[in-house]
């Protein structure tokens, strides 16, 4: 197959989009994809600084290098989630990559917080994936709201976002319906979150990184088997292997006419937010999830302790 862009050979095949491309048209066609994204969306505007999400996985690596590529003025967040064995590798990976390409890095260490990962598993009986999840997004947008970034990128790709809206759809929860996207502006203590990656799909991001050379960590979460997301993506590789270009047409149809009617519907649902008592970010309740979450870790660990010393405190 040749390239459809030059004529050369090609390396990567695309059938979604009956096209196969040479190493520097793909790598060319995916920041296309992204800039579409970035337009379409106002996702970044002119003099913005922008966090990135940085796992140390493919695609929030290729993130970073894509918007550093584009001219964004680009910074890291990794959150160290204190799994043995697991986070400290990853945060070193994670730091190499940054430190070699100039990129400056931050690292919140969640064990610093009260609120190590087997910690929070130990004394929360919900599933590990969810809890984790909530308290990711809560520093990644606490860091960002201040240190004075304009916008928090995530590394979110097509098969990522599919997923999360068929999940939606299996439950038909209109709330959730209402508020996905890749884009989400910014209110208040909330900073503009924005998924530059959803025109790309999970092996164009692998590609990329290989043709690149973008070294990532590539083991799973030690925690995350039985998650459902890993079902809902193989349903649809099917469907997109079956009828090319699927994923991205059903994400787009639900942009353009499922978004705006669960968004008008459910407006009037939406809680009013105060700020935590603790922290001071917004919440529904008094005092937020993710600080709910430390009180029952310290209160756990506090009542362990009590029983291992026979009741009488220390």
């Not at 491309?21 to 800039?35: G, H, I, N």
């Amino acid at each position: 197959m040749k390239c459809k862009r030059c004529g050369a050979l090609a390396a990567v095949k695309l059938p979604s989009h009956h096209a196969g491309f040479c190493p520097d048209c793909f790598k060319l066609y995916c920041q296309r994809q992204v800039e579409t994204a970035i337009r379409r969306h106002r996702m970044i505007l002119p003099g913005d600084k922008v966090l990135v999400a940085v796992s140390g996985g493919k695609d929030s690596l290729a993130l970073l290098r894509l918007l550093a590529d584009l001219g964004h003025d680009v910074a890291g967040l990794h959150i160290h989630l204190g799994i043995p064995g697991v986070s400290d590798p990853v945060c070193e990976a994670t730091e190499a990559f940054c430190r070699s390409n100039g990129f400056p890095l931050y690292v919140v260490r969640l064990e610093e917080e009260g609120l190590a990962i087997p910690r929070v598993k130990a004394a929360i009986k919900r599933p590990i994936c969810a809890v984790c999840g909530k308290i990711k997004r809560h520093y990644f947008n606490r860091f960002a709201y201040e240190h004075g970034f304009d916008a928090l990128a995530t590394g979110h790709n097509l098969d990522d976002e599919v997923a999360r809206l068929f999940a939606n759809v299996l439950r038909w929860d209109a709330t959730y319906l209402g508020g996905q996207g890749p884009a989400l502006p910014g209110e208040g203590k909330f900073v503009r979150k924005i998924k530059p990656l959803y025109r790309l799909t999970e092996f164009e991001t692998a590609a990329l990184c290989f043709l690149r050379g973008i070294e990532h960590w590539q083991a799973a979460c030690p925690y995350s088997a039985g998650a459902s997301f890993t079902g809902h993506k193989a349903l649809f590789r099917d469907l997109e292997y079956r009828s090319p270009g699927q994923k991205l047409s059903f994400y787009e149809a639900f942009l353009e006419k499922g978004r705006p009617f669960f968004a008008a519907t459910t407006a009037s649902d939406r809680a009013e937010l105060h700020a935590c008592r603790e922290c001071g970010y917004p919440s529904s309740v008094a005092l937020c999830s993710v600080c709910r979450i430390k009180g029952q870790v310290a209160g756990k660990e506090k009542e362990k302790r009590e029983n291992a010393s026979g009741g009488r405190g220390e």
